[in-house]
């Protein structure tokens, strides 16, 4: 049990949580697709991505609108590639 005797602890935070600097760190992830009888990749789709975690995180950066993540140092902006199928 917790101190106030529910089984939780009470944590004091201090600051202004919600207005935390956030990372911004950006990436662009293409979505690709096969044309059917060749075997050429077209992009379906382009998103652009931005961290949204606290500015000075460690390890990978990520997007949570998106649910993508990414390993990519300051100042660049990474061309991620993911392919699909198409749906039949």
Known sequence: MGPDGNGLIRVRV???VEGMQ???QRAV???TRVVE???TSVARRRVELTCGLASG???EHQDPAHGEH???KPGQTPTLLRHEEDDA
Request: contains cysteine.
């Open 37 to 39: 009888g060749t075997s």
């Open 57 to 59: 995180h460690l390890g």
């Open 14 to 16: 201090f600051g202004n």
């Open 70 to 72: 990414w390993a990519g």
């Open 29 to 31: 992830l293409m979505v």
């Open 22 to 24: 956030r990372c911004g």
